[in-house]
């Protein structure tokens, strides 16, 4: 393999045949899409084509990461401007998937790097497996069966209203009540789509110049097919959604204790408990530092204005949330100011006076009170 730069100029036609020594065929075979990807951030850091295969061949060994967490990395530590704003808040199915499955992800595999630690300083495989259990949460499970409907498993394209249609899987009569349903619940919209909610600015306890951004969201889709557990329900084309938030995933709980390994000694292991902490915001671990831009284009997937009501902003310090009146003030470089006004509770009454006629009162009243006579009209 020559150390050629990935280039955006390289032209890709189909797949792509890369030598590996270490395999029955000597060669893998990476995908369109893949050198696709690679071509459009690889140059941006200076990669070659031997570093990224390397890495992709590591991972065919069981050896690393795969190539699209090793394209994930990439763009998450470097992104570009369009990749990290516009391309990040997107409808695709890929961004769809990491929306609704990358905070279980996250959370899942600081457990499974809890699990290796523990086997390298000497606790058995069983035993550390069995502390880190995963337990495949209600809401992920349910985030995993939206994804199977709504996305066409043929073609790994969501489902819409024309590829239905063409496939004779609804008639024009319940492509004209789903846009009527959709025209209410959506706003205008026609599924699949998804929308913000709400956005709120957190600010870091440990450092009150910082702040994060997180969103409240909602996703609509149309489902196809059927559930292994709901075997008596077959979706064609039926409403179905699901909300999830963005900007924060949960810090696992990890719990030191002492267990008795099948050596007989007892081993200091961490214990996952994976109900505790999971709903509580003192665990969570934010990921979207506040920046105008981003918060401006979450704000264009909001349900409608925020002048019409149509979504909340609110900025969130400690156990303390505050409605905002307005954008100027959710972007606000005065965070603390900003808060002080909102705690300062406004006087109950104020005096409309004018303040020359106060002073004449003042030197009538002074007057009076040296003649010895007081008037207080």
């Known amino acids: 393999m020559s150390k050629i730069p990935i280039t955006t100029k390289t032209k890709v036609v189909g797949p792509a045949q890369v030598w590996d020594p270490t395999s029955a065929n000597k060669t893998i075979t990476i995908k369109t899409t893949t050198w696709k990807r690679l071509q459009k951030y690889g140059n941006h850091f200076g990669s070659t084509y031997d570093s ?8 065919k060994r069981g050896k690393g990461n795969s190539w699209w967490r090793i394209i994930l990395e990439m763009t998450k530590h470097h992104p570009t401007k369009e990749e990290s704003i516009d391309c990040r808040f997107e409808l695709t199915e890929s961004n769809l998937k990491e929306w609704l499955l990358g905070p279980f992800e996250k959370e899942k595999s600081i457990v499974e790097d809890a699990r290796r630690q523990m086997v390298q300083e000497g606790v058995s495989e069983k035993l550390a497996k069995d502390c880190t259990y995963w337990h495949t949460h209600p809401e992920e499970r349910r985030a995993h069966n939206v994804l199977k409907l709504v996305t066409n498993e043929r073609t790994g394209k969501l489902w819409d209203i024309p590829t239905l249609q063409q496939g004779g899987r609804i008639s024009d009569v319940q492509v004209e009540l789903i846009r009527r ?8 919209r026609t599924p699949p789509y998804w929308y913000v909610s709400q956005i709120n600015r957190v600010v870091d306890e440990q450092d009150k110049s910082k702040s994060y951004l997180t969103a409240s969201c909602m996703f609509e889709g149309l489902a196809v097919g059927q559930l292994k557990d709901e075997p008596w329900r077959i979706y064609e084309g039926d409403r179905i959604n699901h909300s999830f938030s963005l900007g924060y995933y949960q810090q696992p709980a990890l719990t030191a204790t002492n267990i008795k390994d099948s050596d007989g000694e007892n081993k200091r292991v961490l214990v996952h408990n994976w109900e505790g902490g999971h709903w509580s915001s003192i665990s969570r671990v934010y990921d979207i530092p506040f920046e ?3 918060f401006e284009e979450l704000l264009k997937n909001a349900f409608g204005p925020f002048e019409a009501g149509k979504i909340s902003l609110a900025i969130i310090t ?15 470089d005065d965070l603390p100011g900003l808060i002080k006004s909102y ?3 406004p006087p109950t009454y104020k005096f409309d006076i004018d303040p020359k006629a106060l002073a004449d009162f003042m030197k ?7 003649q010895g006579e007081y008037q207080y009209q």
Request: hydrophobic share 25%; proline share 2%.
């Open 52 to 59: 990224i295969i390397t890495q992709i061949l590591d991972e």
């Open 181 to 188: 349903e959709h025209k209410k619940y959506g706003n205008g």
């Open 292 to 294: 105008v831009g981003i």
């Open 318 to 332: 400690g156990n303390r949330t505050y409605g905002v009146k307005s954008i100027q003030d959710f972007t606000t």
């Open 343 to 345: 705690e300062t509770p």
């Open 364 to 370: 009538y009243q002074q007057s009076m009170k040296l």
